[in-house]
């Protein structure tokens, strides 16, 4: 089982700014896509950003310019910067990666989440 570990949730005022991370074991053979979710309360939860491993990256529409999703591959990790923040980004944020293994069959896994309170 590969375990995905989030970082850098926590609280902040309105127009502030976090940097999550999540990073894969070292010890697995490859990571294709990584991503990031985000799930309200009461709400379902909805894709933010994801990027391949060529860096090819894709956001939710109302997120564009305000969030960034990066990755290092040599640490198998992602980054999601967000920026401008606002109260109704308040959610619990998931990584997601879709993980190779040496017989080169893919599977999804999903981090614990991390959560993000913005106050007003």
Do not use: H
Not at 63 to 81: E, H, M, P, W
């Amino acid at each position: 089982q590969v375990q995905l570990v989030e970082s850098g949730g926590g609280l902040v005022q309105a127009g502030g700014s976090l940097r999550l991370s999540c990073a894969a074991p070292g010890s697995i053979f490859s990571v294709s896509a990584m991503g990031w979710y985000r799930q309200a309360p009461g709400k379902q939860r909805d894709l933010v950003a994801d990027i391949t491993s060529s860096g090819i990256t894709n956001y939710a529409d109302s997120l564009k310019g305000r969030f960034t999703i990066s990755r290092d591959n040599a640490k198998n990790t992602v980054y999601l910067q967000m920026n401008s923040l606002k109260p109704e980004d308040t959610a619990v944020y998931y990584c997601n990666a879709r993980i190779i293994d040496r017989w080169f069959d893919s599977t999804n896994y999903w981090g614990k989440g991390t959560l993000v309170t913005v106050s007003s």
